[in-house]
């Protein structure tokens, strides 16, 4: 696991009418430096965004529909886990999460849905970068 990365399980709270599902509270610990932006992506299948890259801004995760593989990339090099890649699957309907990554990974998201979109809602942090 590289050194800022984390995956916050979802509860959802489901019944005859569909479901509830909280993903991110203010007082969760990884999201102590605040929000700065929240946006929307729609990826058709097999699509892949590769190897994005912030300086200073953390992400938030989550994927609303489909499912994504995502690999991350350790670029800074003051870190314990500097040059690692970790790869993992999110979205699946029994494990949803949230994911948060920390400035200075390098990202790649692929569409691995199988037939149709993918829907993800990102939070930024703050500090833009």
């Not at 959802?12 to 993903?23: A, L, P, V």
């Not at 400035?103 to 809602?121: H, I």
Request: charge should be negative; include cysteine.
């Amino acid at each position: 696991m590289i050194n800022g990365v984390e995956c916050k399980a979802l509860e959802t709270h489901s019944d005859s009418r569909g479901f509830f599902r909280e993903i991110i509270r203010a007082s969760d610990p990884f999201f102590a430096e605040g929000f700065g932006q929240w946006s929307h992506s729609l990826m058709f299948n097999g699509v892949i965004k590769a190897w994005h890259f912030h300086h200073k801004q953390t992400d938030w995760w989550y994927v609303a529909t489909g499912v994504l593989r995502v690999g991350l990339h350790d670029l800074r090099e003051d870190s314990p886990t500097y040059g690692e890649t970790m790869d993992f699957f999110d979205g699946r309907p029994a494990t949803r999460e949230s994911a948060v990554h920390s400035a200075g990974c390098g990202s790649r998201l692929q569409n691995c849905t199988g037939t149709g979109e993918f829907v993800v809602c990102h939070l930024a942090g703050i500090r833009h970068g």
